[in-house]
């Protein structure tokens, strides 16, 4: 249930910040598959920066997060078809239930946009800090996809 309730407030966080100013912005709504499992959420702010937002399931307690992300699309050999992008990010985590958790999570990760298809699937790893706890550092990461919406959804 606390997954579901967290799920529709991403939702409406995605919906509320493409509303703000659809003709700039694109945003995309998916889910990541990882440390933690949950969904999440990108703002692109213009073609480099966004801020990708989550929340997801970590050793059963519900977690969220909210990065700065930096992408460099010519850092990489490009396919023949979409583009491929390097990207890193840090942000704050937060995890509740019965030890409640806060650190700094640092991310490096790997974008693919397919031409012609509102999508982008990713792939992302990096160490949290944690300052809680006993204060050492876990790893997070996974593989996601996310179904883009606004004025750059199809160009890949």
Same mark, same amino acid.
């Given at each position: 249930?606390? $997954?579901?309730?967290?799920? !529709?407030?991403?939702?409406? *966080?995605?919906?509320?910040?493409?509303?703000?100013?659809?003709?700039? %912005?694109?945003? +995309?709504?998916?889910?990541?598959?990882?440390?933690?499992? +949950?969904?999440?959420?990108?703002?692109?702010?213009?073609?480099?920066? !966004?801020?990708?937002?989550?929340?997801?399931?970590?050793?059963?307690?519900? +977690? $969220?997060?909210?990065?700065?992300?930096?992408?460099?699309?010519?850092? *990489?050999? %490009?396919?023949?078809?979409?583009? =491929?992008?390097?990207?890193?990010?840090?942000?704050? %985590?937060?995890?509740?239930?019965?030890?409640?958790?806060?650190?700094?999570?640092?991310?490096?990760? =790997?974008?693919?946009?397919? /031409?012609?298809?509102?999508?982008? $699937?990713?792939?992302?790893?990096?160490? =949290?800090?944690? $300052? /809680? %706890?006993?204060?050492?550092?876990?790893?997070?990461?996974?593989?996601?996809?996310? =179904?883009?919406?606004?004025?750059?959804?199809?160009? +890949?």
């Amino acid at each position: 249930m606390k $997954f579901a309730i967290a799920a !529709a407030l991403l939702a409406g *966080l995605a919906a509320s910040a493409h509303a703000a100013d659809p003709g700039t %912005q694109e945003v +995309g709504v998916g889910v990541v598959l990882g440390e933690p499992i +949950g969904g999440t959420a990108k703002l692109w702010l213009d073609d480099r920066l !966004a801020a990708d937002v989550g929340v997801g399931l970590s050793d059963g307690n519900l +977690g $969220f997060w909210a990065d700065a992300l930096w992408h460099d699309w010519t850092l *990489l050999p %490009q396919p023949t078809i979409g583009r =491929l992008g390097a990207y890193l990010g840090a942000g704050p %985590q937060i995890r509740t239930g019965d030890d409640a958790r806060f650190g700094i999570r640092t991310i490096g990760g =790997l974008s693919y946009r397919p /031409t012609g298809h509102p999508l982008e $699937f990713f792939a992302e790893v990096g160490p =949290l800090f944690r $300052f /809680t %706890q006993g204060g050492h550092v876990d790893a997070v990461g996974g593989i996601g996809v996310r =179904l883009m919406v606004g004025p750059a959804a199809k160009k +890949g």
